[in-house]
């Protein structure tokens, strides 16, 4: 009896039907390839970051992504400038390197709430989910004003991301979100900036690279 137990228990073994290899997920090969820019530019240049909570925008993908010790703990798809990225004053380019986040508006406006010079107009835009372009780079529910810390990149003179007014901002171009199309700024859909509004802060880096 014994020995045909033993039988029984190989060829079950052999057959494959136990499998004692644990199984591990597939890597994500977009949270590799940002990890992996951003440490590597990190450690060349503000090190601090890498245990630090911040934002990191990829011009290149269209994406801001949270960063926690050099960890995505969350993505959103946004929209760049549809001039590219660049740091100059009147080039309606998105500026590069590391900023800060040094003001923040819209506490209690509403969803799709419309800002003119940074405050609530009274009026509330409509959403377009479709790729429609309202004709104007229109602010609406939440605004982060950035400003540069980079000398002679984005800080000071005809460079300064605080004077060209750089924010992240809602839009009522929703439809356009992952489609560079701003006049520098960095859009979000609306629900996104008030999400991202309730952990960011004044003082919060944010490093936006064209990668």
């Given at each position: 009896m014994r020995?045909?137990?033993?039988?029984?228990?190989?060829?079950?073994?052999s057959l494959g039907l136990f499998s004692f290899t644990p199984k591990t997920p597939n890597p994500n090969p977009e949270s590799e390839a940002i990890t992996n820019i951003l440490l590597n530019y990190t450690q060349q240049k503000h090190?601090?970051?890498?245990?630090?909570?911040?934002?990191?925008?990829?011009?290149?993908?269209?994406?801001?992504?949270?960063?926690?010790?050099?960890q995505i703990v969350g993505t959103y798809t946004i929209s760049a400038a549809r001039n590219g990225a660049g740091n100059k004053l009147g080039s309606n380019k998105t500026p590069t390197g590391l900023h800060t986040i040094v003001e923040k508006y819209g506490y209690n406006a509403p969803k799709g709430g419309l800002f003119v010079e940074r405050r609530f107009?009274?009026?509330?835009?409509?959403?377009h989910n479709e790729k429609y372009c309202v004709g104007s780079d229109d602010v609406t529910t939440r605004?982060?004003?950035?400003?540069?810390?980079?000398?002679?990149?984005?800080?000071?003179?005809?460079?300064?991301?605080?004077?060209?007014?750089?924010?992240?901002?809602?839009?009522?171009?929703?439809?356009?979100?992952?489609?560079?199309?701003?006049?520098?700024?960095?859009?979000?859909?609306?629900?996104?900036?008030?999400?991202?509004?309730?952990?960011?802060?004044?003082?919060?880096?944010?490093?936006?690279?064209?990668?």
């Open positions: 020995k045909n137990f033993t039988l029984t228990i190989f060829f079950i073994i090190k601090r970051l890498l245990v630090e909570s911040y934002l990191f925008v990829s011009i290149k993908r269209q994406r801001m992504y949270h960063m926690v010790n050099n107009s009274g009026k509330v835009s409509k959403i605004i982060l004003w950035l400003k540069g810390d980079e000398p002679g990149l984005n800080l000071g003179g005809k460079i300064d991301s605080y004077k060209r007014y750089i924010y992240i901002h809602g839009t009522p171009e929703e439809g356009l979100i992952g489609v560079p199309s701003s006049e520098g700024c960095i859009r979000m859909k609306n629900s996104d900036v008030i999400d991202l509004f309730t952990y960011a802060y004044v003082g919060m880096k944010v490093l936006i690279l064209n990668e």
